[in-house]
């Protein structure tokens, strides 16, 4: 063989080698733990982990191709939460998906590298997991659902509902899963001042801990809002039927709670949030640096009324409250 043909030859392959490597890096396997307060057979489980495989697909990763799912359910024994983080870190998962900021800080305690991607957090700022919204820094980002204008939503929806509303309850859910910090419950009463009503906050530890909570609550109070986190979400039955039978108006942060049975739901429309979640993992496997991508906050919220809730409580709804609805559950 000549020696420009050898020369040709072996340009040629290092020219190809550069884009070999790029198309096994793509089609290398990736794997993103799943850290979820909702049960494996809650259907709202698969609800929620189909949108956001299904936009992750959209995206180019699928699973069994180049990508695969580790879940772990948070629900149950919290004890358990921080060994599931551990676990998700000791089998080298590239990405790290929660869904509370309460979950976001226990894998944060178990590894400061891997990326995580809160897909809800309630407030990711106020538990010092980020720096700021606009640049994170360290190794969190996702989606923060604190959000002062649904919060003053909440207690004015209540209050158009049970005019005569002057003590309102909040079921405070706390778990090493659930964080609800000083500037959550400010931003409520902010909200309640503003319409001279007084807030009264009662916090819950554990399952058994909600129905004698709502039964306080519905002699001392006029209507109670109960904060989503997945001590709440796992109970959300138990504190509708427990609302129904102490005759106590509660409005819910998810459309979810309303789907249980619950009365009253105004918050973020879930489904964009775990789009959105999908789209961060896309960056973050793509090499991003998560410090750098800012946390968003949701700008779609929806407002669920059960009517078949209302009616067990007594309630009648009022026609302007209906028209407000973005959904009506018969």
Not at 183 to 191: F, N, P, T
Not at 266 to 285: F, N
Request: a neutral charge.
């Amino acid at each position: 063989m000549r020696r420009r043909e050898v020369i040709t030859l072996l340009g040629g392959a290092a020219a190809a080698w550069p884009l070999a490597a790029r198309a096994q890096e793509r089609e290398r396997m990736r794997r993103v733990g799943l850290l979820w307060g909702i049960a494996a057979d809650d259907p709202e489980y698969r609800r929620r982990f189909s949108a956001f495989a299904e936009e992750l697909q959209e995206l180019g990763w699928i699973e069994g191709r180049n990508v695969t799912f580790a879940p772990k359910h948070a629900v149950g024994n919290s004890d358990r939460f921080l060994a599931m983080a551990a676990d998700l870190v000791r089998m080298n998962s590239d990405v790290i998906v929660t869904t509370s900021a309460g979950l976001t800080s226990l894998v944060r305690q178990v590894t400061s590298t891997i990326p995580i991607v809160a897909a809800s957090a309630g407030d990711l700022e106020g538990t010092g997991l980020i720096a700021s919204l606009r640049r994170p820094g360290g190794n969190v980002t996702g989606i923060q659902v604190l959000n002062p204008e649904s919060m003053s939503k909440r207690v004015d929806l209540l209050k158009q509902l049970v005019p005569n509303l002057t003590r309102l309850g909040i079921v405070v859910p706390i778990t090493p899963a659930a964080i609800v910090t000083p500037s959550y419950m400010e931003r409520i009463g902010e909200a309640a001042r503003a319409l001279q009503v007084q807030v009264h906050p009662s916090e819950v530890h554990t399952d058994e801990g909600f129905a004698p909570t709502i039964a306080a609550m519905a002699r001392e109070c006029q209507a109670a809002i109960v904060i989503s986190n997945p001590l709440a979400g796992s109970n959300a039955k138990v504190i509708a039927d427990s609302a129904a039978q102490n005759r106590l108006p509660v409005m819910y942060e998810l459309r979810f709670y309303t789907l249980a049975g619950g009365l009253l739901s105004y918050g973020a429309d879930i489904m964009p949030l775990l789009r959105q979640a999908a789209s961060y993992v896309d960056k973050l496997l793509r090499g991003a640096n998560p410090g750098e991508l800012p946390v968003q906050q949701p700008v779609k919220f929806e407002f669920v009324i059960n009517l078949k809730a209302a009616k067990a409580l007594g309630l009648e709804i009022p026609p302007t409250i209906l028209a407000l609805a973005d959904e009506v559950i018969e």
